[in-house]
């Protein structure tokens, strides 16, 4: 039970990080006309395809105690980073960046162009453009982003333990912890896990599809203005 | 309605012009030629209609005059406020310069209901006054009883209402419509449009409407301004303006080999074509804006005549003329041939072609040209 709660705390931490960070960065994405952002959404998109023992490696590296990120968190807080959870937070947030910023740029690239400039004769600023227009449109993709990120976080494995280890009540999540019971032969204890994780990844999708497909049909908007 | 005309050319006599244009933009997109806006455009308060054929720049010269697109050239003065001058690095941000455009689209804001969208442009009013205005534009446009309802919940005709009251309750300096009432019959258009004069009466601001249809000229032109490749060709009343939608020297540049004189010999309105005597022989061209015996001329590329040595038959093709082939002339991979039918038009056609038809000089033959490739040009 412990690990659960370990896990949705991390999972509810890197959603909720990564949507306030995420909004800024998919905006710019999906408006500059800069030549080399390309090179940008390369490096956003790359946790998609990198192993996480690559990518975890790298943040335990960068962590540790003779890593840059490691050596201004000691100074800065008097502890270190690694085998922490606050380093997993770190990490996680990495690996589940391409997950929350790619449905926020999709969603806000197919916000109408008319409507941004309709706004903008109309005397709104850009930051009013993106409060009033841009952002209740695209409360799907706001949803589909905080919602894949949260999952992907809760079923992360090789991240965690690579940067996190394993341990108890601090970064022992459930994905580990299904691994320790499988690795004890404890097939009973690992399906118990095993299956509550998939069963809430089962709710969670459903959920937002479900709601998406209801948007799409226009019949409850909750964040319409009046 | 002409002691209204001859006030408003007073006015403008007198007074500087409330919206002053003088711009150049160039535009390079890659599958598209390379395309220059440049006009210079004085605009009086009262209904400008800006005509002209869809990629003349119509849209690009409003989004200029918007501030949503930068100039590479030019200045454009909105009342005493320069809001663009290219050599003083001014470039006033839309969002401040109050005017109002009408997109083709609309573009209502489809989360928020009539009453919203409306007030959207007056966050920067006092509640009070806010619903004060929004009250009053919702019932000038007739539209008040739509407030609660959301975009995708009325009518075609509503919603272009709605935009415009959206855009006029800020109390612009200028108002551009982008071809707003596409779509509309007519006299739903006509009551929209008295609607707009209405307002317009106590305001007394430039408005900046955009269309391609010569119906739309016709119907509410004062004063109209004919766009094409980027230029104004013409200005003036609409019945000036129409009466010469190209000029020649649009026709030569564009390569029309051949440029015969003409008088109308009648019209066929429902059919939208008139009929058009060229010495001894007629062609059937598109309706222009002439009368019966009015002197017209005709452009028509070589390339678009088809040439044959039998009389062709169950053609859609409305012009076939007899004629004899007076010269025959090699140019590189085409023949030119100048064939006589009572007026003497220039046809090209492959060497091949030339061959195969076993044509000679004196042969006789038959021209085929297409109603639409005969293009009315200024006398």
């Known amino acids: ?226 | 309605m002409d002691a209204v005309d001859s006030g408003v050319m007073l006015d403008t006599s007198d007074a500087e012009a409330p919206l002053s244009v003088h711009i150049r933009k160039e535009r390079r997109d890659a599958d598209r030629p390379p395309f220059v806006l440049d006009v210079s455009l004085e605009l009086p308060a009262g209904l400008n209609i800006l005509f002209g054929p869809s990629g003349a720049g119509k849209s690009t010269l409003l989004d200029c005059v918007a501030g949503l697109v930068r100039p590479d050239a030019g200045r454009i003065v909105v009342g005493e406020q320069m809001v663009f001058d290219a050599e003083r690095g001014i470039h006033v941000e839309p969002q401040h310069r109050q005017i109002a455009y009408v997109f083709q689209s609309l573009a209502l804001f489809p989360h928020l209901t009539v009453k919203a969208n409306v007030l959207y442009g007056l966050a920067h009013l006092p509640a009070a006054e806010q619903t004060m205005r929004a009250t009053r534009i919702l019932e000038s446009f007739r539209v008040d009883r739509l407030a609660a309802r959301r975009p995708e919940e009325i009518s075609g005709g509503e919603k272009q209402r709605v935009a415009l009251a959206r855009s006029l309750v800020t109390e612009p300096r200028v108002l551009m419509l982008d071809e707003p009432l596409i779509g509309l019959d007519a006299e739903l258009k006509s009551a929209i449009v008295d609607d707009l004069r209405a307002w317009n009466t106590a305001k007394k601001i430039p408005i900046l409407y955009v269309t391609h249809s010569r119906d739309e000229v016709d119907a509410l032109g004062e004063r109209v301004i004919a766009l094409d490749q980027g230029r104004v060709v013409n200005e003036g009343t609409p019945r000036n303006v129409l009466d010469a939608p190209r000029r020649r020297r649009l026709a030569q540049s564009a390569g029309f080999e051949n440029l015969l004189s003409g008088a109308v010999v009648d019209l066929r309105e429902e059919d939208g074509v008139m009929r058009v005597r060229l010495e001894t022989t007629e062609l059937e061209v598109p309706l222009g804006y002439a009368r019966a015996g009015d002197r017209v001329r005709v452009a028509i590329r070589a390339g678009d005549i088809l040439l044959a040595t039998e009389k062709p038959r169950g053609l859609s093709a409305r012009n076939l003329l007899e004629g004899k082939i007076v010269s025959l002339e090699e140019r590189g991979p085409i023949v030119a041939a100048r064939v006589d039918c009572g007026a003497v038009f220039q046809v090209q056609v492959t060497k091949g072609a030339a061959r195969e038809l076993e044509l000679r000089v004196g042969s006789g033959v038959w021209l085929i040209v297409k109603t639409q490739s005969c293009h009315l040009v200024e006398e």
């Open chain 1, 1 to 226: 039970m412990e690990a659960m709660w370990l896990s949705v705390k991390l999972a509810g931490c890197v959603a909720a990080i990564l949507l306030v960070l995420g909004m800024p960065l998919a905006y710019w994405l999906a408006y500059t006309k800069w030549r080399w952002k390309f090179l940008l959404e390369v490096i956003v998109a790359l946790p998609l395809v990198l192993p996480p023992t690559v990518l975890g490696f790298y943040a335990l590296v960068a962590m540790g105690s003779r890593g840059p990120l490691g050596r201004l968190w000691t100074a800065l807080f008097g502890h270190s980073l690694a085998f922490t959870f606050s380093g997993l937070v770190l990490a996680s947030v990495l690996y589940s960046l391409p997950f929350a910023v790619q449905p926020l740029i999709a969603s806000f690239e197919s916000v109408d162009g008319k409507l941004l400039a309709a706004s903008a004769v109309l005397g709104a600023g850009k930051w009013r453009t993106f409060w009033r227009v841009i952002l209740p449109l695209s409360m799907p993709g706001v949803l589909t982003a905080v919602v894949l990120s949260f999952a992907h976080t809760m079923g992360e494995f090789g991240v965690v333990l690579m940067v996190g280890g394993n341990l108890a009540g601090v970064t022992r999540t459930v994905s580990i912890e299904i691994y320790d019971h499988v690795q004890s032969l404890e097939y009973g204890a690992a399906n118990g896990l095993a299956l509550a994780l998939l069963v809430i990844s089962f709710v969670v999708l459903a959920l937002v599809y479900g709601i998406n497909r209801r948007v799409r049909r226009r019949t409850w908007m909750p964040w319409t203005a009046e």
